[in-house]
């Protein structure tokens, strides 16, 4: 119940959709409140297509089926709850129906006690008056007793002499329906002579006896006929029709129930597996045998005792009973050693036999997939387990071997059987491990999608969030001088990968991650959709992308896939900011010793320093590299290599060490050490501007140099006064971008139209200047 509670608490109805119907009770609302709105459900007039069209009027289409959607899953709730209810209280219901059967026969032994006592009471009392009679009368009384020897019987009293002896030859003759009869026509006789006093006591009694020996008779004869292993079809029914007849309904629908399950254990005995055994085909027999046998007893429970409640809920017990045993045969001889394998699409196979047999039994009004799927759920779960886990060990050791280089998806039978539509659209590009990853996602998804009833779902979609974090650590020790640590290596499976050397190389890293998580895996997980599954993947690939954010279960799921690959992509940039700013021998080429060393007898050869050159450099080279990796995906490189510019300029930022020798040190920050820390910063302004620099660093710069403008200020001597003119900042930075890029010079302020910072304008000098000032 619990459960069905909170399916039902999760089926919120959507903001504005349901505003001009019941609102739901505020804290400060009191029950009558409540009644009082109710009422209108329960006069006998209420018309509920009334109600709905005039809620409805003011509502759009949009909102109109989000109440449809919504009263759905409270129409779903609503059902599931139901069904859990009533299975939770068979077992109760069967229990109380029994004891009232148990009841119903002590009654009537009590009363046949009774009528014994009564009779018995009756011909005491009859002997106490014959022995009070004057022996005046004796005479006489014997006189009547010779005149009743005399008379001849009546026919009753000729009918009762034979009744017992035809019962006999009844019974010997089995000829069941006349015996019935004839004990009725007893019972009918029995009553109207109590009625009329036709009969004396001590006949009555008698009859009594009689008929009630002969019904014990016939019921264990008809007992121990409906237990015989040749009874079939016609006579069970007969045999059980005859014992309800006889008052023994319990007892006739539990033999009936009997006699089924000791012909389905029979038949059962026939199917034996094997080791060689195919796992299908053993679910496929033993199912076609199961749930036969439930159907023909739900036909013969109908045909002999009716929709009566008591003998269907005995019948959905012993249904449910079979198929939990069904169940555990076929976890033990075909899903135990699919599971444990990882063999999914073979589980899936044997799962999707026996819910198919058992879904037919829901036109006889037997609803137990969802016991078969409870009781198969533990199999899956731990075949999912085992080929997520083959999925993870089989990439690793690809990635063990992998060059890194991007290539097509390779051609073959099992790909173009599969993934043949995929490949002809988009042709990704990945490296061989990326590849053997994408193909056994896809593949898996293939074969977990018929298992959507189980609601695998989640724990599915989990499951490949960890496999694909595995891979992501994997790519990331794939970086040389990674700098992970043991926490988070731990669970990437097999560390041992071979290093990406080169940029490319570990560009082709980073787009292995972002197309496998942005396309790929996404693309997969779509088949957990039922739509998926009601329609073609050309249909349902038109509006995926809608469909998609429909799901928010899927949209989390994503971003989670997102966050893995911004791990790698922080890694790389890190890296690449530490080749920057130290040496080999871990010196720095980013001190302020090379600001403020500079004085008035350095012959200065003005141009940026070389760490920043360098940095651009490495953007511009990464941009050409990655121009032919991200195709189609531009701006998953442009946010990278603005996160690589990001990483040195909040290195540059937070370095206390460099701002206490700025601010602090020995010797104080000259002209000409602002003179270049200026030009650094604004060559950097100058490259990155609409291209490598977001809005955030754009800032960062220029509080760093507020920062350094304050500490000059601080020796007493104006920077303005220090500093040349604007155009002369713009032109040795321009110069230097034109060198290195081999292009023409960028005109001031231009950038790139198509850039995620294409908004943000470069400050000029005179505005950071009068910044600084301020």
């Known amino acids: 119940m619990a459960s069905a509670k909170s399916s039902r608490s999760r089926a919120s109805a959507p903001s504005g959709v349901i505003s001009s119907g019941l609102q739901q009770p505020s804290a400060t609302e009191s029950g009558v409140q409540l009644a009082d709105k109710l009422k209108i459900f329960k006069t006998d007039n209420f018309d509920p297509d009334a109600y709905v069209q005039s809620k409805c009027q003011t509502m759009n289409e949009k909102e109109i089926r989000h109440l449809c959607s919504y009263l759905q899953e409270l129409k779903k709730a609503s059902a599931e709850e139901m069904r859990r209810s009533v299975y939770a209280n068979y077992a109760a219901f069967i229990r109380t129906s029994k004891e009232i059967s148990d009841l119903e026969g002590e009654l009537l032994s009590i009363r046949n006690l009774l009528s014994t006592q009564a009779a018995l009471i009756h011909n005491l009392a009859e002997g106490v008056k014959v022995d009070s009679l004057s022996a005046g009368s004796e005479a006489s009384t014997a006189n009547d007793i010779l005149n009743l020897e005399d008379r001849e019987p009546s026919d009753i009293e000729k009918w009762l002499l034979e009744f017992p002896d035809m019962l006999d030859v009844l019974l010997a003759e089995r000829r069941v329906d006349e015996a019935l009869d004839a004990l009725d026509e007893a019972e009918r006789i029995s009553t109207d002579a109590k009625e009329n006093k036709k009969l004396s006591t001590s006949a009555l009694v008698s009859l009594d006896s009689a008929i009630a020996d002969h019904r014990q008779k016939l019921a264990d004869q008809l007992s121990e006929a409906a237990c015989q292993p040749s009874t079939r079809g016609v006579e069970l029914r007969a045999a059980a029709l005859a014992l309800k007849r006889l008052g023994d309904g319990h007892r006739a629908h539990s033999l009936l129930l009997t006699a089924h399950n000791q012909r389905l254990q029979y ?3 026939t199917i034996h597996p094997t080791s060689t055994s195919y796992g299908g085909a053993y679910t496929a027999a033993l199912s ?40 555990q045969l076929v976890k033990r001889h075909a899903l135990a050693s699919s599971a444990a394998a990882g063999g999914l699409r ?48 089989s990439t690793a050791a690809l990635a063990a071997a992998d060059d890194w280089v991007l290539t097509f998806p390779p051609s073959g039978p099992r790909t173009s059987s599969r993934t043949s539509n995929i490949n002809a659209t988009t042709q990704p590009k990945l490296s061989s491990s990326a590849h053997r990853f994408n193909s056994m996602v896809q593949d898996f998804f293939e074969d977990v999608g018929p298992l959507l009833s189980m609601q695998l779902g989640g724990s599915t979609l989990n499951g490949l969030l960890r496999v694909f974090n595995s891979y992501v650590k994997l790519l990331i020790n794939a970086l040389p001088g990674s700098m992970e640590d043991e926490e988070n290596l731990e669970g990437s499976g097999n ?38 599954q009601s329609s073609g993947m050309d249909d349902f690939r038109k509006k995926a992308s809608d469909r998609q954010n429909r799901m928010p279960e899927q949209r989390e799921w994503k971003r989670k896939l997102q966050r893995c690959v911004d791990k790698l992509r922080d890694s790389f940039c890190r890296q690449h900011a530490l080749d920057l700013i130290f040496t080999e021998e871990g010196d720095t080429h980013l001190s302020a010793e090379m600001y403020i060393s500079m004085d008035a007898s350095y012959e200065q050869d003005w141009s940026p320093s070389p760490i920043f050159q360098e940095l651009y450099a490495k953007l511009t080279r990464m ?35 460099f701002w206490e020798d700025i601010e602090e040190g020995p010797r104080s920050l000259g002209p000409l050490g602002l003179q270049q820390f200026y030009l650094d910063m604004q060559f950097v302004i100058l490259f990155g501007q609409g291209r490598y620099l977001s809005r955030h660093v754009h800032q960062v710069i220029i509080d760093i140099i507020d920062r350094a403008m304050a500490a000059f200020s601080a020796t ?18 321009q110069e230097t971008i034109s060198r290195i890029s081999g292009k023409a010079r960028i005109g001031n302020g231009e950038r790139e139209v198509q850039s995620p910072t294409a908004s ?6 005179s505005s950071m200047r009068s910044h600084g000032s301020s």
Request: charge should be negative; glycine fraction near 2%; charged fraction near 20%.
């Open 267 to 269: 038949n059962l005995q």
């Open 495 to 532: 560390k041992i990968v071979r290093m990406a050397e080169t940029e490319t190389q570990q560009l082709a890293l980073l787009a292995n991650a972002s197309l496998l998580a942005e396309e790929l895996l996404p693309r997969a997980a779509m088949k957990l959709s039922p739509m998926y």
């Open 716 to 733: 007493g001597m104006d920077p303005d006064s220090a500093l040349p003119s604007d155009d002369w900042f713009v032109d040795i930075a």
């Open 288 to 327: 076609q045998q199961v749930f036969s046998a439930i159907a023909q007893a739900v036909n013969d429970s109908l045909e002999v005792f009716g929709n009566q409640s008591a003998y269907m809920s005995e019948l959905v017990a012993w249904s449910t009973k079979q198929t939990e045993a069904f169940a």
């Open 346 to 393: 073979a589980a899936a196979e044997c799962v999707q036999i026996a819910v198919g047999h058992c879904s037919l039994l829901e036109n006889r009004g037997l609803a137990l997939t969802s016991v078969l799927m409870n009781l198969f759920k533990p199999s899956v779960e731990q075949a999912l387990d085992a080929n997520l886990k083959r999925i993870e060990e």
């Open 623 to 657: 941009a050409s590299i990655a121009a032919d990796m991200f195709v189609g995906r531009e701006r998953f490189a442009t946010l990278l290599l603005m996160r690589l510019t990001e990483t040195v300029i909040l290195w540059l930022s937070e370095d206390q060490s």
């Open 760 to 765: 943000v304008s470069a400050l000029s000098m």
